[in-house]
C-alpha cells in the first residue's frame, strides 16, 4: 500500500513522462503523428492480403465485416506491442534518472504503455470512422469494448513491469524481446479469427491477448457479447501478472541503480 500511495503521489511525474515519450517519438519527424496510424494500417493491409488469399483458398468471399475485424484487432495489437517494446528498455533509456533521483521507477514502464496508449487513441478515433463507411454500424454491445481494453492495458503493464526489470539486469532481453514479437502475430488471432484453428483454437485462446482481440472485434464488429469464460481468464492472467510482476518489480528496484 505504501507503494500505492508513493505511485499516486507521483501521478503528475508519470504525466510528463508520459508527455516527455510522445515528443520525443514525434520530435523532427516527416509525418508526425501519422506514424500513430501507419503501423496498425501496415498490419491492416497485412491482414486483408491474407484474407483474400484464404478467401480465393478457401472459395467463401471476403466480407466488409472480416475487413472491419481486422481493423480492429490489428490497432489494439499494435498497441500492445509497441507498449512492450518501448517499455522493454524504458529502464535502461532513463538511465540518469534511475541513478540519480528517488521516485517510484515504474513510472517509466507505466509511462511506455500510456504512451502508445496515445498512438491507439489516434488509431481507434480512423478505425471508428472508417467502420460505418465499410457499412458496419455500431451496436450497445461495443461498449464491451471499454472494461476489455481496461484488462488489455493491464495486461501490458504487467508485462513491461517485468520485461523493463529483467532487462536491466540481463540486457539481451530487449533481443529476445525483439524476435518474439516478429513472429508472435502469427500464433495471435489477428489476421484470422480463433474460429479458423477449429478444435485446436483453445490453444490459440492460451495466449492470453487472444480472447481479449476475440472479444473486443465481436463486440465492436458483430455486436456480440463476449465469451465470459475465456474473458475471465484473460482478467486473471492479467492480474497474475500485474500484481506479482509489480511486487518483482519493487523488489528488484533497490538495485537498479548499481546494475544499470
Known amino acids: 500500500m505504501n507503494n500505492l500511495q508513493a505511485l499516486w503521489r507521483h501521478r503528475e511525474l508519470a504525466y510528463m513522462f508520459t508527455w516527455r515519450d510522445i515528443r520525443i517519438r514525434y520530435k523532427q519527424s516527416v509525418m508526425g503523428v501519422l506514424w500513430a496510424i501507419f503501423m496498425p494500417a501496415l498490419i491492416v493491409g497485412s491482414g486483408a492480403l491474407v484474407r483474400v488469399v484464404a478467401s480465393k483458398w478457401s472459395g467463401k468471399p471476403l466480407t466488409v465485416q472480416d475487413i ?17 517494446r518501448f517499455g522493454t528498455g524504458s529502464l535502461t533509456n532513463n538511465y540518469n534518472l534511475v541513478t540519480k533521483i528517488a521516485f517510484p521507477k515504474e513510472l517509466f514502464p507505466i509511462a511506455a504503455v500510456m504512451s502508445s496508449f496515445f498512438d491507439f487513441a489516434i488509431a481507434a478515433l480512423v478505425v471508428a470512422i472508417a467502420l460505418p463507411l465499410l457499412g458496419i454500424s455500431f451496436h450497445l454491445a461495443a461498449l464491451w469494448s471499454i472494461p476489455l481494453l481496461v484488462v488489455t492495458v493491464m495486461l501490458a503493464v504487467g508485462v513491461t513491469l517485468i520485461l523493463s526489470a ?10 529476445l524481446v525483439e524476435i518474439f514479437l516478429t513472429y508472435a502475430i502469427f500464433f495471435t488471432p489477428v489476421f484470422y479469427p480463433v474460429s479458423v484453428a477449429g478444435q485446436w483454437r483453445s490453444l490459440l485462446y492460451l495466449n492470453p491477448i487472444s480472447p481479449l482481440l476475440e472479444s473486443i472485434s465481436d463486440a465492436v464488429v458483430q455486436g456480440s457479447i463476449p465469451d465470459p469464460y475465456w474473458l475471465v481468464y484473460s482478467v486473471v492472467f492479467a492480474l497474475i501478472l500485474l500484481i506479482p510482476g509489480y511486487w518483482l518489480f519493487k523488489q528488484l528496484e533497490a538495485n537498479f541503480a548499481e546494475r544499470i
Not at 472491419?68 to 512492450?84: C, E, K, T, Y
Not at 529483467?166 to 533481443?175: G, Q, S, W
Request: glycine share 4%.
Open 68 to 84: 472491419g475485424s481486422v481493423l480492429v484487432r490489428a490497432v489494439i495489437w499494435s498497441f500492445f506491442v509497441s507498449s512492450i
Open 166 to 175: 529483467a532487462n536491466l539486469f540481463f540486457r539481451d532481453v530487449k533481443y
